[in-house]
């Protein structure tokens, strides 16, 4: 069997939006899955807009995604030079050969194909099934144009020759392309490869994807505190499924389950709810470690002293939220309590708590801080049994003590939560609301 060769050919014209990522996702799919070869080149032909940085983004939003190449123009290769506008001398001898050859003509500085009459143009797509249309739809083709640059129906036939692609994976509205690159590859006597086009991903009201239906760019995503891995997850969903109703998986079970055939032609939906939920399975399923070095930069971001506290409490605070949180940003914010008292009173101002109230608080809080043990059973032991002797629920002690140590009314078990502060971090804020004697 040929060793399968995939490519993900994107225009360093902007950043590595949502499409090119699951373009280039499915591509390094069925490159690990056939264990082939993932190539990245660089089709950097419209001079005016292409920039070395865009180029530089889209490698370091794959790099983020994990989607590691083979080939490229950064890693060099068999097959390059990796980008287009390194390969001008292969487009002008193709079309020379052409054109000497008569089915190609001269216009100006242009070159352009005559397309033959009476063909009819058909191919079996992986995805889609069998295509075909008759050549008189097509008008001539442009190869060269006059500014001495290829068009892209015919760099993209050059480079998947001369590459030796064995697949081509790439979007369905580039289905209506395939016949015009058919009629090249057959005049220049190259073999075809496989098409197989993925289904377009539309947002919740099935229009073509936009800033509307929620962010385009895959660093976005990033900033916004969303797991790499989960948004491998959520795009390997949009279009084909693992099978057996699973949705959470890793990179390399997708890549063992991977099957172009199981690719559906059905639109996919871009989901916000959904990437949450995934997300938020990824982040519970996370190394404590991981998970803390994740956090991180967002507290460092919010100006908190990350250093100031030992990596074990920062690690077990973080294990303590358990799920909550979709991303990694609301993560730190909801976690922000065990690093800082100002985010507790920039939350509560403790205004709710009447002076009589704030009496039998203040027994309470004295007695349970003079307590000779400090855990989560001692604690909650300690008030339950304070509750029963005074008459009252234990929720009237718990939500005050919850209130002035997070600022939240929802937060992990507050004994826990409390256990974990130490006795002194309580006390503190537990003065900070006057809820001491």
Known sequence: MEKTRVRFAPSPTGALHIGGGHTALFNWLWARHTGGSFILRIEDTDMERSTKEFEDTIMSGLVWLGLDWDEGPDRGGDFGPYRQSERLHLYRKYAGQLVDEGLAYKEGDAVIFRVPQGKTLAFDDVVYGHIEMQSETLKDIVLMKSDGMPTYNYAVVVDDHCMAISHVIRGEDHISNTPKQLLLYDALRWERPVFAHLPMILGKDKKKLSKRHGATSIYEYRDMGYFPEAVFNFLGNLGWNAGDEKEIYTRDEAATLFDLARVTRKAAVFDMEKLNFINQEHLKRLDPDVRLSLVEPFWREEG??????????????????????????????????????????????????????????????????????????????????????????????????????????????????????????????????????
């Open 304 to 437: 908190l002293s990350v250093d100031a506290f030992d990596r074990r409490y920062l690690r077990d605070a973080l294990t303590l939220m358990g799920g909550r949180g979709q991303t990694i940003r609301e993560l730190a914010a909801y976690a922000s309590y065990f690093l800082s008292f100002d985010v507790v009173r920039e939350r509560y101002d403790g205004k709710d708590i009447t002076e009589e109230q704030r009496g039998g608080l203040k027994e309470f809080f004295s007695a349970l801080l003079s307590s000779p043990a400090w855990s989560t059973e001692t604690l909650e032991a300690f008030t339950r049994n304070w509750a029963d002797a005074k008459g009252i629920r234990i929720k009237d002690l718990a939500m005050p003590l919850r209130m002035a140590i997070t600022g939240a009314k929802v937060s992990p078990g507050i004994f826990e939560v409390a256990s974990l502060m130490g006795r002194d971090e309580v006390r503190k804020r537990l003065v900070g609301y006057d809820l001491l004697g």
